[in-house]
């Protein structure tokens, strides 16, 4: 089967949202563990206050376009203006500003007292409409109405309203959407809902003039109580378990699950300086072993931190013109940061990550916002051992405490990744070399 409706999220990901404190790390930042580490990964944005709510829509749709098609439950008969085409880069930055970090720290001579590297340093990157009456009649004897149609950008978009799953399902697949066999228990549950449906196809020849060789994300805005993101079609015959990175802009604070568990991944764990060259490796076992941990029911917190600055960044802060087009329509403009770049207010930006599969995640993923805004990051530390030959009782004494530390990091390296302890303890050997032998008591009495 090829890669469903809304391969661009194999979750088909319908719409969302209808009815601490601070410490300095003052790390080196290193490197970033990026969502493309993970296969069948999708990605969505949500902005939302007040119910009014933005949702943006990675296309990850690989292979011709002739075969991508979206279909997304939403709770409302959408305008055209409500939809709108993202940019990529956009999305892309929020990922790797927000994406589990690796940071690095250089013990000092213990010898001297005074400490080397505390300025933090930052990576700154730097569906043609139907017309012949017979097709309308057909439409009617299946229960589908198209409530309204757009060509947006690339897109041709209807809003499809039904009266049953069966007709619909019928209507979907006849008109070129491939959706999974036996979608109609999902899609009758969202139309007990009385939602309606979005559903996308490229417009070849509005791609050909815009001369675009990718997919542009989709963003529609609505408004609504509820707060929820519908994942269940993705699973229906879907090969395997799903990846899902979503990333909440609100105001008051973080996001969490109310019906599955908010897990807060591991951090702040020093780990071997080794795995410095194998971060990626190390991330996406990491991730697996919690989700094992939480009988593959849990949904984990990444990043959880106000716009306005990050320690240590892994991308500079989004601007106020990029988190305006992500839909943060209640931001201030009033503060400065940096050289010209507007400062973020009151936005707050979580990340959670899971892994679904129909099994485990049996129900749709619903949200709430909270009031807590103390910062979370999934970051793990290398610290970088001295090497010196100086020789004083403090180096003896950490000498002696490095042999500890290093066997801790190895032991904590295997805990978080399934890593065999062996393996582990033979690469640090390898890469940090033989450790200095302190000098014998009466070495250090005679000799100088």
């Known amino acids: 089967?090829?890669?469903?409706?809304?391969?661009?999220?194999?979750?088909?990901?319908?719409?969302?949202?209808?009815?601490?404190?601070?410490?300095?790390?003052?790390?080196?930042?290193?490197?970033?563990?990026?969502?493309?580490?993970?296969?069948?990964?999708?990605?969505?944005?949500?902005?939302?206050?007040?119910?009014?709510?933005?949702?943006?829509?990675?296309?990850?749709?690989?292979?011709?376009?002739?075969?991508?098609?979206?279909?997304?439950?939403?709770?409302?008969?959408?305008?055209?203006?409500?939809?709108?085409?993202?940019?990529?880069?956009?999305?892309?930055?929020?990922?790797?500003?927000?994406?589990?970090?690796?940071?690095?720290?250089?013990?000092?001579?213990p010898c001297r007292r005074y400490e080397l590297f505390q300025d933090k340093m930052g990576a700154l990157k730097n569906m043609a409409p139907a017309s012949a009456e017979l097709k309308r009649e057909r439409d009617r004897a299946l229960g589908v109405t198209i409530e309204a149609q757009y060509t947006v950008g690339e897109y041709d978009i209807l809003i499809l309203s039904a009266r049953e799953s069966n007709g619909l399902e019928t209507?979907?697949?006849?008109?070129?959407?491939?959706?999974?066999?036996?979608?109609?228990?999902?899609?009758?549950?969202?139309?007990k809902q009385h939602m309606n449906f979005f559903v996308a196809k490229i417009n070849l020849g509005e791609q050909a003039?815009?001369?675009?060789?990718?997919?542009?994300?989709?963003?529609?805005?609505?408004?609504?109580?509820?707060?929820?993101?519908?994942?269940?079609?993705?699973?229906?015959?879907?090969d395997g378990a799903q990846e899902l990175f979503i990333y909440f802009l609100t105001k008051q604070g973080r996001v969490e699950t109310t019906n599955y568990r908010t897990i807060r991944l591991p951090e702040a764990q020093e780990i071997p300086v080794y795995v410095k060259d194998r971060f990626g490796d190390f991330y996406r076992d990491l991730f697996t072993q919690q989700v094992k941990r939480e009988s593959e029911r849990g949904v984990f917190l990444e990043y959880a931190w106000d716009m306005n600055w990050c320690d240590p960044c892994a991308a500079n802060p989004l601007s106020t013109e990029e988190l305006r087009s992500l839909g943060v329509f209640w931001?201030?403009?009033?503060?400065?940061?940096?050289?010209?770049?507007?400062?973020?207010?009151?936005?707050?930006?979580?990340?959670?990550?899971?892994?679904?599969?129909?099994?485990?995640?049996?129900?749709?993923?619903?949200?709430?916002?909270?009031?807590?805004?103390?910062?979370?990051?999934?970051?793990?530390?290398?610290?970088?051992?001295?090497?010196?030959t100086d020789d004083c009782p403090a180096a003896t004494a950490y000498r002696q405490q490095l042999r500890e530390r290093q066997e801790k990091e190895a032991q904590t390296l295997a805990n978080l990744t399934g890593w065999q302890i062996s393996?582990?303890?033979?690469?640090?050997?390898?890469?940090?070399?033989?450790?200095?032998?302190?000098?014998k008591w009466y070495e250090r009495l005679w000799n100088n």
């Open 1 to 109: 089967m090829k890669r469903i409706v809304a391969t661009t999220f194999t979750l088909l990901i319908g719409l969302l949202a209808w009815n601490g404190d601070a410490s300095a790390f003052c790390g080196f930042y290193v490197a970033k563990a990026d969502t493309k580490l993970f296969n069948k990964a999708s990605e969505v944005t949500i902005a939302r206050h007040d119910n009014k709510t933005v949702i943006t829509m990675a296309n990850d749709f690989k292979g011709d376009v002739k075969e991508f098609a979206m279909v997304v439950p939403v709770p409302t008969i959408l305008e055209k203006d409500q939809i709108h085409i993202g940019e990529a880069a956009v999305l892309k930055h929020l990922a790797d500003y927000s994406a589990p970090r690796l940071v690095e720290y250089f013990d000092e001579n």
């Open 171 to 191: 209507w979907l697949s006849e008109n070129g959407y491939k959706i999974p066999n036996g979608a109609s228990a999902v899609l009758q549950s969202y139309l």
């Open 209 to 238: 003039k815009l001369g675009l060789s990718h997919l542009r994300p989709l963003q529609i805005a609505f408004e609504s109580p509820k707060f929820m993101l519908p994942i269940r079609l993705g699973t229906v015959n879907a």
């Open 331 to 388: 931001q201030e403009t009033n503060g400065r940061i940096g050289k010209g770049m507007p400062m973020a207010q009151n936005v707050f930006l979580t990340r959670l990550h899971v892994r679904y599969d129909a099994a485990h995640f049996p129900e749709d993923l619903v949200f709430q916002e909270t009031t807590d805004r103390s910062n979370f990051q999934a970051r793990y530390i290398l610290r970088h051992p001295w090497n010196g």
């Open 423 to 439: 393996e582990i303890r033979k690469a640090m050997q390898l890469a940090s070399g033989p450790l200095i032998e302190p000098k």
